[in-house]
Each structure stands twice: as structure tokens, then as C-alpha cells.
């Protein structure tokens, strides 16, 4: 995977909280995937290999970070759940 180098300015601070700056690179990566996906902008794979972890992994990541992995809005919701009552059979929906 090739890789490019930015520069970030950050207050000095952070350092003094036990952080080194390739902890704080790293961190910087994960907040940056983690955004895009939450952005809906790479899937959940795509992320995972962002970050060089398997996508079990990265859910693990998710959940830990307290991030749905399924982000639903009502109408989104309502949608799937009549897609299921329409998959069903009948006699089930009693």
C-alpha cells in the first residue's frame, strides 16, 4: 500500500498526555477512516483494509468506539423491515 506524508499542527499538549507521535499518527489514520465511514464514503471492507486489520476487526473497532455499524434512518428502517413482512410467509406474520 503506498502511503503519502502530511503535516499536521497540533497543540504540544497532546504529547504530554503519554502520546508519541506515531501514536498520535496512528490515531489520526483511525479517526480519518472511521469519519469516512460513518460519511458512508468507503464500506466497512474497504476501511478495514484501510487500517491493515480484517473486517471482523474493524467492527471489534466499531464497537469499541461506540459506532453503529448500521446507521439506519426511520424511513431506511421502515423500508427493510416491510421488505421482511413481504419475504415472510403468511401464516408466520400471524
Known amino acids: 500500500m503506498q502511503t503519502v506524508t502530511l503535516e499536521v ?3 504540544k499538549e497532546l ?4 502520546m508519541d ?3 498520535v499518527s ?3 489514520g483511525k479517526w480519518l477512516v472511521l469519519s469516512l465511514h460513518r ?3 468507503v464500506s466497512s471492507g474497504k476501511a478495514a483494509s484501510l487500517l491493515r ?3 471482523r476487526e474493524f467492527l471489534e473497532l466499531l ?3 461506540g459506532i453503529a455499524y448500521f446507521d439506519y434512518a426511520e424511513e431506511e428502517m421502515e423500508a427493510e423491515f416491510a421488505s421482511v413482512r413481504q419475504l415472510t410467509p403468511s401464516k408466520a406474520r400471524r
Open 63 to 65: 464497537h469499541r468506539e
Open 26 to 28: 496512528r490515531e489520526v
Open 9 to 11: 499542527t497540533l497543540p
Open 15 to 18: 504529547l504530554s498526555l503519554g
Open 21 to 23: 507521535k506515531e501514536h
Open 39 to 41: 460519511d458512508h464514503r
Open 53 to 55: 486489520i480484517t473486517r
